[in-house]
């Protein structure tokens, strides 16, 4: 089963604007990572944040995380067309080896 | 480096064949994961390795097996196909930083098998 869900499934925005994606896992997690899928290629780790960690930033990359609701949010500011991916966050949860348990992604389209 | 490298990037399977999918990694990295992602869907664990001679079992490895004798390879191998196995496959590989505050396993992912098996 899926241990994150993520929100929106699909997200259409115009260059410039910041995008936003949610996502919420079940357990208690060692740590949230994000990454980034373009089509038809393998994944790329984008950020990773730890569960004593509220706010990290990288780059137009801001993610947050709040384990009261075991949530977590990407947030991409000013975003190109070069972004356009599916994104997809993964939880290590806490006492596992280092298994990721991955979401059901969001498709990000950003248009010119 | 290479990074993670995996072979055949296609695959077409006849139901009952068997085969293995090739998964190499050349950045001495311990850990080792097999997942799958079919469409519409997050990546699923099928197998991974913490280390040369130790495996285990991830969310789905009914009609997979694996081995990891060296550090660099971890194949993995369908015994009997199904169609229900179509997908595309991805290896991946880590290692720990222990950072202050915790842990960090980032991990590196190759660019994929797509298997078809008819």
């Given at each position: 089963s899926q241990?994150?869900?993520?929100?929106?499934q699909a997200?259409?925005?115009?260059?410039?604007?910041?995008?936003?994606?949610?996502?919420?896992?079940?357990?208690?997690?060692?740590?949230?990572?994000?990454?980034?899928?373009?089509?038809?290629?393998?994944?790329?780790?984008?950020?990773?944040?730890?569960?004593?960690?509220?706010e990290k930033h990288s780059?137009?990359?801001?993610?947050t995380l709040d384990t009261s609701k075991k949530s977590s949010s990407l947030l991409i500011t000013a975003s190109r067309a070069a972004d356009t991916a599916s994104y997809f966050c993964a939880t290590v949860m806490s006492g596992s080896a280092r298994q990721l348990t991955f979401g059901s992604g969001t498709q990000l389209t950003v248009l010119p | 480096n290479a990074g993670v490298t995996q072979t055949p990037k296609f695959q077409v399977l006849k139901t009952g064949q068997s085969m293995t999918l090739q998964c190499a990694q050349d950045m001495n990295h311990e850990y080792m994961s097999w997942y799958r992602q079919d469409p519409g869907m997050g990546l699923r664990l099928i197998h991974y390795s913490?280390?040369?001679?130790?495996?285990?079992?991830?969310?789905v490895p009914n009609g997979y097996n694996v081995s990891r004798s060296t550090t660099e390879d971890f194949p993995l191998r369908l015994l009997s196909a199904a169609p229900s196995q179509t997908s595309v496959y991805f290896c991946a590989s880590s290692y720990t930083r222990h950072a202050r505050g915790g842990r960090t396993d980032t991990q590196y992912f190759g660019p994929g098998t797509r298997l078809t098996v008819l």
């Open positions: 241990q994150g869900e993520e929100d929106p997200l259409s925005i115009q260059e410039g604007e910041n995008a936003t994606m949610n996502c919420s896992y079940k357990t208690s997690i060692n740590n949230l990572q994000w990454y980034r899928q373009n089509s038809g290629r393998g994944l790329v780790h984008l950020i990773l944040i730890r569960s004593n960690e509220r780059g137009r990359l801001r993610v | 913490v280390g040369a001679g130790i495996t285990d079992q991830g969310e």
